[in-house]
């Protein structure tokens, strides 16, 4: 039965991988995402959990079994963050490739050098190419929300894709909330497990991760392409079956937040959507017509969706936990691209922060939304927010 529950982001990831019951949970821990497979040996330790739960040996092996046990039709879950992820490098193509929906959750954490253990995104924006749909949430009820959608979605016959869903590290992760679950009868029949086509089944034999040179190779990669665009009409259908199901409606691959007369907007990614919003209200009661977009999937990016959006504004500010070092923030890249080629001629500002951790503030979003307004924000360049000067 449904219940309201006080968990950390990690815990409300593992109640929805519960919910869904995979069949195998490949494990292996790292911070900031340790309580998420820990929840989960908990489950399967006092029979909650009707799953193989594999304690293997690293990150790189747990992606490994995982596209083992989705090779034979299993349905999958792992976690990671930061430097895990990385590890699995090799394996994300794989998967992606061999199109089996394998969801993992990943806890966004600054990659090393230097080691850090607290929040950025450069971990999972360095990994866009790799052919995971990914989406970015901005609490742990969304993140719980989004691990039962990203099974829906990346075992769609039209899709086969694996899903990350990623939550930002400590501030989602270890920050306790108040979390609504759902009735697990109404769980199942929102994902109910269908075989998967492309299994290794004795009666019907198939061949995975076969070498394809250049008479066959591109037409395997337009394949992954078509898929992934499929996945984009997918998760707007699947965001409206959730939200009969919940009572909770997350826009789709966007959430425009009173963008409909802004002059001035952030686009953001993650958690610090929250603190945007309450800016957002606060500069409204003031009478500045301000307003937020939260991009919630960046693959596949939805380009459209993003350009609609933003159409009517006089500027436009990207707020991103990334940088690729020596030109601009990636989120920044896929947004100025968008609106380009859409033909939009309006100013945009790309603002870095919270990289490593560093608290990204209400005055510091207060102070690009001023500078939106009053036309000096920096028009075209990079600006890191909370640059210490002293080192």
């Not at 995402?33 to 489950?43: A, N, P």
């Not at 997350?250 to 993650?270: H, N, P, R, S």
Request: charged share 20%; hydrophobic share 40%; net charge negative.
């Amino acid at each position: 039965m449904s219940q309201k529950l006080f968990v950390s982001g990690d815990e409300a990831v593992a109640l929805a991988a519960k919910a869904a019951k995979p069949h195998v949970i490949a494990a292996y821990p790292i911070t900031p995402q340790t309580i998420i497979v820990e929840r989960l040996s908990d489950f399967v330790e006092d029979g909650s959990l009707n799953s193989e739960y594999l304690y293997v040996e690293s990150e790189h092996s747990a992606m490994s079994a995982c596209i083992g046990a989705a090779a034979m039709g299993a349905r999958t879950f792992t976690a990671t963050s930061s430097q895990g992820l990385l590890y699995m490098v090799e394996c994300l193509p794989y998967a992606s490739g061999s199109r089996f929906p394998i969801v993992m959750a990943n806890a966004n954490r600054s990659i090393a050098a230097p080691w850090s253990i607290y929040n950025d995104q450069r971990d999972s924006l360095s990994q866009l190419e790799c052919g995971w749909i990914q989406f970015y949430v901005e609490s742990s009820q969304e993140a719980y929300d989004m691990v039962l959608q990203a099974y829906k979605v990346g075992e769609d016959p039209d899709v086969m894709l694996p899903v990350m869903v990623n939550l930002d590290g400590f501030v989602l992760t270890h920050t306790y909330e108040l979390l609504q679950t759902i009735d697990q009868d109404k769980i199942d029949a929102f994902i109910p497990f269908t075989p998967y086509s492309n299994r290794m089944n004795l009666d019907s034999p198939v061949s995975t991760c076969i070498t394809a040179g250049p008479p066959f190779n591109m037409e395997f990669r337009h394949q992954q392409h078509v898929a992934t665009v499929n996945a984009e009409k997918k998760i707007e259908e699947v965001t409206e079956e959730f939200a009969k199901i919940s009572g909770r409606h997350y826009g789709g691959m966007i959430e425009a937040y009173k963008c409909d007369d802004a002059e001035a907007i952030i686009v953001t990614l993650g958690s610090v959507s929250g603190t945007t919003h309450c800016v957002v209200d606060e500069l409204r009661a003031e009478g500045k017509k301000v307003g937020l977009l939260k991009i919630r999937c960046m693959c596949p990016f939805p380009a459209a969706k993003v350009v609609n959006v933003l159409k009517n504004a006089k500027s436009v500010a990207v707020l991103e936990k990334d940088i690729t070092f020596g030109y601009e923030g990636v989120v920044y890249t896929e947004v100025n691209s968008a609106m380009k080629k859409a033909g939009l001629d309006i100013p945009t500002s790309n603002y870095v922060g919270g990289l490593g951790g560093r608290s990204i503030y209400k005055t510091d979003i207060e102070k690009i939304f001023n500078g939106l307004l009053d036309g000096t924000a920096v028009n075209g360049n990079v600006e890191f927010i909370n640059l210490r000067r002293d080192i």
